[in-house]
């Protein structure tokens, strides 16, 4: 629709920023982080406590067994694609003041989405926000002092070595996958 050069959205809030002590907080990171800390405690919520999602979470871990207790996987699939594109959808409002929108975007968060929930533990909503917050503070540290390529190796030996020492990430169980 827009060909392939960069855009970016404007908003009454892109250039603001907030004093808290000595540091300058961007108000769209922030409410950014909020956003992102919503979702994830809602999905977890939602996950834990309701119906939908222990068939969710049942059908994930054998499909045979939540189709005996009933559980029509079909419908589970399409919930939990919508609910994937939901977040997505989430992902992309609270990005866009802040981050140019090309066609092909979505691929600088691939493999970074991969490692943050790999480093988690599959599965594990709490352990995707723990490393969430470890790649974001590696990236925001270690980009002040040495160039951002130098920074992804970090990243990657990071995770290397998590796998090593832990392969079923920091909030993951070895049964579960």
């Known amino acids: ?5 960069y855009r970016t959205v404007r908003t009454a809030i892109s250039n603001k920023s907030f ?41 994930s871990l054998d499909r045979e067994a939540a189709n005996l207790m009933g559980i029509n996987q079909y419908r589970v699939y399409n ?10 959808g989430i992902a992309g409002c609270v990005l866009i003041p802040f981050y140019y929108v090309y066609p092909s975007v979505g691929v600088v968060f691939d493999i970074r ?11 594990s909503i709490p352990g995707a926000i723990l490393g969430g917050l470890v790649i974001g503070l590696i990236e925001s540290v270690f980009s002040q002092f040495m ?4 920074t992804e190796a970090i990243i990657y030996a990071i995770f290397l070595i998590i796998l090593f020492v832990k392969p079923s990430g920091f909030f993951g169980h070895k049964q579960d996958w």
């Open 1 to 5: 629709l827009f060909g392939a050069e």
């Open 19 to 59: 004093a808290l002590g000595e540091f300058i907080i961007s108000i769209p990171k922030f409410s950014g982080f909020v956003v992102a800390i919503a979702t994830a405690v809602g999905l977890a919520i939602f996950m834990r406590k309701t119906k939908t999602g222990k068939a969710l979470r049942a059908t």
């Open 79 to 88: 919930i939990a694609f919508g609910l994937g594109t939901a977040i997505a």
């Open 113 to 123: 989405a991969f490692i943050i929930v790999v480093l988690g533990g599959l599965g």
């Open 147 to 150: 160039a951002s390529t130098w």
